[in-house]
Structures are given as structure tokens and as C-alpha cells.
């Protein structure tokens, strides 16, 4: 700021232009809720006529609160994520708070370093994905007090509360119904299971459904590839060279499926007669392939919704009356068929066993 810069407007310009007092001003912006529609339009139009910005930093000096959430997510690439961001942050928005984001590409070495520079920039809470992350992340949230919710998962945690789904019960279902198409030999794309319990959880529900009807989920057949529409083709690559081919591919997100589906397409292999395939999340996208994705319906937005809610209740000693879990729901569509039939033994083998 040079001597030639008008001097920045203060509060008290606002409340001024206004025409209200120094204290409603003051309220309209921190506490909008708590004035009169008409006061706090007056203060909204002075703000924008004026330029004015609040001190932010003096402010969260006085109270100790910044009236910031870090949301720190695994990556922006999977579109479920997005929707449950959009929504954490709308909510966050009509509670009076502003989001500060983080990515941390699924590096659990990376996450740390991330955690403690969006909690060095002073946050009121910390939302994270998952329950599994390293001791020194639950020491650091736990040292600061800093009010922490983990989503997309449910079960207990070192510190922090839980807003999730049963992701185990969600692939146990889905198996359920490829294994009633009279599919026997199936295989599963999930993610690295190191450090991952969604992905154990949810390899273990296809497992279990398997066992329950007499067959077995063979460790070749557990394939860890990328949520990603790369390791979805990947996964339908290590399929094609199996001399027993599974008949069914049961995928973790829908991004992978949407590739397998795509690799089937090159490799000359029929969806749902050759290769059935089943999707996680039921992004927009699930529905407009062909054939459309049957998948696994996971209630992104209201994740997001529920851990702002939760997280502002942590931040502000408060609680809402809120659900800690959510319902997933398949969602049949047409890439799950019938198992292809066995081939007929040949005429030459039926003549020997005669």
C-alpha cells in the first residue's frame, strides 16, 4: 500500500453508509442470521459498494475461531467425491463457514504433511475420508483439539466421529445378485488394501456372499488397480490372459467400471455376454453407457451434507440430531447379465467317454 492508496474501508464505513450501528454492522456479518433481512440487506449492499473486507485473521484472534473446515479428500478425479464436496461446502455456507480443501492423491505419507498445513491455517474442524490414516494425524487433531469427522466409512476410530456407510454389506449385496445370475468365477477391482480398510471391507463382502453360496473368491482374482478409468482397462487386460476367464467383474467405483467396459469394447469382448460388470457410487455418467452400468447407489451428497452438519456441531459444542449412517442401494441396469452358458462338451469327447 502506497501513500497515493485511499485507505481501506473499515467497519465503521460500513455501518455508516448503512445506516445502522456499529454494532449491527458487526452482527450482519458475522451472525447474519441473528439480524433483520432488512438490516442485513443494508450492510450487504455498503459492503459491495465500499470494497470492504473483514479482518478475518484480528477477528479469529478475539474469538479463537476462524469459522474455516479443512475438507482433505483422497483426489478430485472420482466424481462421488466432487458431489459430497459441493455439498459439505453448500451446507457449510448456511451455517456460516467457508471450506478450506486439500488433495492428497491416496499417498498416506503425503497426508500429514497436508493435514498440518491446512490445520497451521487455522480451522475450526477437519473432515477426512476414511478411518485408516497415520497415529501422527490422530495426535495432531487430537493435540490441537481440533473437532474431527472421518466419512465414507463407519466403525470406530482413534479420535473423531464417523459418517458413513457399511462398505463391506454394500459388496456383500451386489455379489448377492451377480452370483443369483448363475455367475460362479467373479473377480473384484478394488484399490491398494494397504492402509485401506474400505477396500479390505469391501473385498470381504464379495468373499463372504461367495462362500455363503459355495464357491471362492480366488486371490487371482483380486485385482489392485487405481480407481481410475485406466485401472479399470488394466483390470479387463490381466481378465483377458486368465485360460479360465471370470464371467463377472464387480468393480469399487465407476470410474474403473466405465474403463473396464471400454477395454471390453477394444478387446472385442460383449457386455453383459461375455464380461458382466458392476460399478460403485452411480455417478451421473453409470447411467448413460452402453450398455448403462448396473452399480452400487452411495449417497454422495448426503455424506457431505451430514459431515458439514457434524462437523460445525463438534466445532460449536452443539449437536444435530442427524444420522451417523447411510443406505447404500443397488441400482440394476442392463452391463449385469445372465452367466454365459458352458460350452457342450464336443462330440469326439462324448464318443471316448461312451
Same mark, same amino acid.
Given at each position: 500500500m502506497t501513500k497515493s492508496d485511499p485507505p481501506r474501508p473499515t467497519l465503521e464505513d460500513v455501518a455508516k453508509l448503512a445506516g445502522v450501528s456499529l454494532g449491527s454492522a458487526s452482527r450482519a456479518l458475522s451472525v447474519p442470521d441473528q439480524v433483520k433481512p432488512k438490516t =442485513?440487506? =443494508?450492510?450487504?449492499r455498503a459492503v459491495e459498494q465500499l470494497g470492504y473486507v473483514s479482518n478475518g485473521a484480528a477477528r479469529a484472534l478475539a474469538s479463537r475461531k476462524t469459522h474455516t473446515i479443512g475438507a482433505i479428500y483422497p483426489t478430485m478425479y472420482n466424481p462421488a467425491f466432487v458431489d459430497s464436496l459441493q455439498t459439505l461446502q453448500q451446507t457449510l455456507w448456511g451455517l456460516n463457514y467457508q471450506v478450506v480443501l486439500a488433495i492428497h492423491e491416496y499417498k498416506p505419507e503425503r497426508e500429514y504433511d497436508v493435514v498440518r498445513a491446512v490445520v497451521e491455517r487455522g480451522v475450526d474442524g477437519v473432515v477426512l475420508v476414511g478411518t485408516s490414516h497415520e497415529d501422527r494425524v490422530f495426535d495432531l487433531m487430537r493435540q490441537r483439539r481440533i473437532p474431527l469427522v472421518l466419512t465414507w466409512q463407519i466403525g470406530e476410530s482413534r479420535y473423531g466421529e464417523c459418517i458413513g456407510f457399511d462398505n463391506r454389506q454394500a459388496t456383500y449385496d451386489m455379489t448377492r445378485e451377480v452370483l443369483a445370475r448363475g455367475h460362479e468365477r467373479i473377480a473384484v477391482v478394488c484399490g491398494t488394501r494397504?492402509?485401506?480398510? &474400505? /477396500?479390505?471391507? %469391501?473385498? @470381504?463382502?464379495?468373499?463372504? /456372499?461367495?462362500?455363503e453360496a459355495g464357491f471362492e473368491l480366488t486371490e487371482d482374482c483380486v485385482i489392485e488397480e487405481p480407481f481410475s478409468l485406466e485401472g479399470? %482397462?488394466? @483390470?479387463? &487386460? &490381466? =481378465?483377458?490372459a486368465m485360460a479360465q476367464r471370470p464371467t463377472a467383474l464387480i468393480c469399487h467405483t465407476d470410474l474403473q467400471a466405465i474403463g473396464a467396459m471400454y477395454e471390453c469394447g477394444v478387446l472385442g469382448l460383449r457386455v453383459p455376454e461375455d464380461l458382466s460388470i458392476t460399478g460403485m457410487d452411480d455417478i451421473e455418467l453409470a447411467a448413460l453407457m452402453n450398455p448403462p452400468l448396473t452399480t452400487i447407489r452411495v449417497p454422495t451428497k448426503e455424506i457431505g451434507v451430514l459431515a458439514a452438519r457434524r462437523i460445525v456441531g463438534m466445532a460449536e459444542q452443539r449437536k444435530f440430531d442427524d444420522p451417523a449412517t447411510v443406505a447404500c442401494e443397488i441400482v440394476l441396469r442392463e452391463s449385469l447379465g445372465k452367466a454365459p452358458a458352458r460350452p457342450a462338451p464336443s462330440r469326439k469327447r462324448a464318443a471316448r467317454k461312451a
Open positions: =442485513l440487506a =443494508l450492510v450487504k494397504a492402509n485401506n480398510p &474400505r /477396500a479390505v471391507q %469391501r473385498v @470381504a463382502g464379495t468373499a463372504d /456372499a461367495m462362500r479399470g %482397462r488394466d @483390470a479387463v &487386460r &490381466r =481378465l483377458a
